[in-house]
């Protein structure tokens, strides 16, 4: 099985208990962290396999967040291939091994997912409102932001329970 198929296999489980985990915590409320972005800044940084691959498993994870969060469908995976595509860029000569650099990728692609959710929701349905989302994109890139380094170390045990050989690749060595 290819990595990237078993991080999204994975992330589709992790989303179906998600609101199990999170909406049981009741200082969170409505806000909770993006574990779909998570797993694409992880494959994006994390595997560093093929471009097509991780884009494919952005695809899908996008689609998965789309479709348990009520979203119009598309939104989602066509934002998380954009960050997929923009952390391999930003963060591809960077090794990432320290925990506050993977909470600044956490916050960076919440951040700049936010601003692209909203700005196409804006474009689809021209609500006055709508951009009264920023408020809450400070809140949202911190909460992904503290989450992230311990949702990577997950997917780094993952990744390595299900991969048949032990690559040299990606951030934990």
């Known amino acids: 099985m290819h990595r990237a198929t078993a991080l999204f296999l994975f992330t589709f489980g992790v989303l179906l208990v998600e609101p199990l985990l999170f909406f049981a915590i009741p200082f969170l409320g409505f806000h909770v962290p993006e574990l779909g972005l998570i797993a694409v800044v992880y494959a994006a940084h994390g595997i560093r396999g ?9 695809l899908g994870i996008g689609y998965l967040v789309d479709l348990f969060s009520g979203a119009p469908v598309g939104m989602h995976a066509l934002v998380y291939v954009l960050v997929y595509y923009l952390v391999r860029l930003v963060f591809g000569r960077i090794y990432g091994r320290a925990l506050w650099l993977q909470a600044l990728m956490g916050a960076a692609a919440s951040g700049a997912s936010g601003l692209l959710v909203i700005s196409i929701g804006q474009w689809l349905d021209p609500v006055e409102h709508s951009w009264d989302m920023l408020r809450q994109l400070p809140l949202q890139m911190l909460l992904t932001a503290v989450f ?20 040299e690749e990606g951030i934990f060595k």
């Open 50 to 58: 093929s471009l097509a691959r991780g884009a494919a498993a952005s």
């Open 148 to 167: 992230s380094p311990p949702f990577f170390y997950v997917l780094w045990r993952f990744d390595r329970l299900v991969s048949y050989e032990v690559s």
